[in-house]
Structure formats: C-alpha cells, structure tokens
C-alpha cells in the first residue's frame, strides 16, 4: 500500500460506523438464524459483520450441515431478519456522523458509501439522517457486487465510483472483515471500534489507525496529516 497523500475521496462503511446498528443487527440475526435451526450468537454476528446476508448464511450451513444453503433458505433466513430488523427501534445515527460527512464534503472531498447491506429502506434513511450526502451515484450496496466483503470488490467499485487511485482515498470501517476487503483493495484503513472487539482484532486485519469512534475521528479530522 502507498501512503495516502492529498486525500480526494473518504469510503465510508454503513453499520457501525455511520449507524449505532450492530446491536440490534446482532439481535436480529440471531433470531433469524436460530428460528431456522442454526447455532448463531451476538459474537458470530460481530466477527461476520460487512459478509452479505446470503454469504453469512452460506457460510453457516457449510460449518454447522456440511451443505451450502438453499435459495430459499437465503431468501427465507434474510427477509425474516430483515422484517425483524425494520420492525425495531430502529438505529441511531452515530453521534458526529453527520456533522464530519458534511465537514469532508465542505472540503471537496467525494464520499461513497460502501455497505454489505440490502435493505429496501437504505437510501430513504440516509436521507433523512445526512441530508444531500448519499445518492445511488455515490452508494455501493448489496445489490451492485457479486463479491461482498471481505473480497475487495466493494472497494474497487467504490474506487470506480469515485474515479480516484487507492493512494487518494482512505476507507473509515469498524469489523474486522471490512478491514480486509479494503486492505485487499490496497487502501488506507481509519478503524472506529464502536462494538465489542479489541483494537487489538482490528489492527490484526490491518487497520492503519483506530480511533474509539465517529466523534473522536470527527475531532482529529483536521489534523489528520495526509488530507
Ligand atoms: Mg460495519
């Protein structure tokens, strides 16, 4: 990886980084999974967070049945987690999220979303939550990559997207698999470590920097030295 230098696009993970979501994502999934006779806990759903709901559910047949998981399976296991999902409380916006989107787009800089997520409502709340940030020009989703995380190409597509090299952007994820698909994309990784994983986990997948969260990053923005 090159060091970054004159920083023209900011990449920015969705769950747990721009939302406080992952608690209720975890509860989510492991109702969903256990409903349909898997063996999945709050730290499964940590350690495989940023893998699409499809891959997340292939995985775990493999390890608990020996198979791969049927279509319908998917469909069935992830519309059910995602009904449970949309029916909650609903996320937060992380504190300062919005405050540092609005701060790197003041400064000229791009920003993409890139996310395992498909949920239908995804656009209509970043809306509402980041106003004139997102729009389906600047967002990579589960709907536009065959490979979810931790394989690069939700990175290089965001790269696309943003029309840059790797050494002119930097990626801000927290989960451990996010790390490796943006390492695996050659890009420079600020790590917020907003769940229940050490730094120490986030450093192993290859972080460059962790910061304890949204708002500490939002403090150091400013003195980052390759903006
Ligand atoms: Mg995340």
Request: aromatic share 10%; charged share 20%.
């Amino acid at each position: 990886m090159n060091n970054p230098h004159k920083i023209q696009a900011v990449f920015f993970d969705m769950d747990g980084v721009l939302y406080d979501s992952m608690p209720t994502h975890s509860e989510a999934w492991v109702r969903a999974m256990t409903q349909f006779g898997y063996d999945f806990t709050t730290n499964d759903c940590y350690l495989n967070e940023g893998r699409t709901g499809d891959d997340t559910i292939n995985q775990q047949a493999q390890l608990q049945f020996g198979r791969d998981a049927t279509r319908e399976e998917m469909d069935k296991i992830y519309a059910f987690k995602s009904e449970i999902f949309e029916h909650s409380s609903g996320a937060l916006p992380m504190p300062f999220a919005n405050n540092l989107l609005q701060k790197i787009k003041q400064q000229g800089r791009q920003i993409v979303l890139v996310t395992g997520s498909g949920q239908a409502s995804l656009l209509e709340n970043l809306n509402r939550d980041f106003p004139d940030i997102f729009n389906k020009n600047n967002t990579v989703t589960a709907f536009d990559v065959t490979y979810g995380k931790p394989n690069p190409e939700p990175y290089l597509l965001a790269l696309k997207k943003a029309g840059c090299k790797a050494n002119e952007a930097i990626v801000v994820e927290n989960a451990p698999l996010g790390i490796e698909a943006a390492k695996a994309a050659n890009l420079f990784v600020i790590a917020v470590n907003t769940g229940t994983l050490s730094d120490k986990i986030l450093y192993d997948y290859g972080a460059n920097i962790v910061f304890s969260g949204i708002k500490e990053l939002h403090e150091r923005w400013d003195k980052l030295d390759f903006l």
